[in-house]
């Protein structure tokens, strides 16, 4: 299981530029720092800056204890001459394009105002990393693991979201419905070796 990637980000110095208006955009989304760039703020750059309304300024990945990532950040920000409110809805609208996990929020960093947006589930599974017999590790791929349930869910993204503990894999997936997302792959997970042990639980 070879997945690893580094973790990076920090918070900009605004001290120079106080007669601009800044957003946080924080997604419940557990992505790689590098494919947070790639999937959202590179497309999302691009638009601000097409549509005029400013740029991004600063992103990063908020972990837990054990490292597992929690939630990232997108820092914009907003061209001079343009209506916050008008702004923070056009970007909404973009982001929505992108299958946004529930308990998503964008922070206006002036008034403090949270706008919670998100229509996604999240689902995360998790593959015992030490207790399988030597030989499924050998003959088993985590890879395939990913494809398949992509597969199975119709997830067409091709982003690939996990986190390597010590002891474990963890993969994670969206989609409209945890539920039912789970439902799709139960007859997959309950029978591919590499999936015993696995612990399945919802994450947006």
């Known amino acids: 299981m070879n997945f690893l990637k580094k973790i990076f980000g920090a918070k900009p110095d605004h001290s120079a530029s106080q007669n601009h208006q800044y957003i946080v955009i924080t997604l419940n989304d557990r992505i790689q720092p590098f494919d947070r760039g790639e999937y959202y703020e590179d497309p999302l750059d691009e638009f601000l800056k097409t549509n005029n309304l400013g740029e991004i300024s600063g992103g990063g990945t908020l972990q837990d204890a054990d490292g597992e990532i929690e939630f990232v950040d997108i820092e914009v920000e907003l061209a001079l001459d343009v209506d916050t409110n008008i702004a923070v809805q056009k970007i909404m609208n973009f982001l929505k394009t992108k299958k946004i996990p529930k308990n998503s929020k964008i922070t206006i960093e002036t008034t403090n105002e949270v706008i919670e ?33 992509k597969r ?53």
């Open 117 to 149: 947006f998100g229509d996604n589930e999240g689902l995360a599974i998790y593959l015992d990393g030490v207790n399988l017999e030597p030989e499924v590790y050998q003959n088993s791929d985590s890879n395939f693991v990913v494809s398949e349930i």
């Open 152 to 204: 199975l869910i119709d997830d067409k993204d091709e982003t690939v979201r996990f986190w390597e503990f010590p002891e474990k894999t963890a993969l994670y997936f969206y989609g409209d419905s945890f539920v039912e997302m789970n439902k799709l792959i139960e007859p997959f997970v309950s029978t591919y070796p590499l999936c015993k042990n696995a612990v399945i639980k919802q994450i947006s």
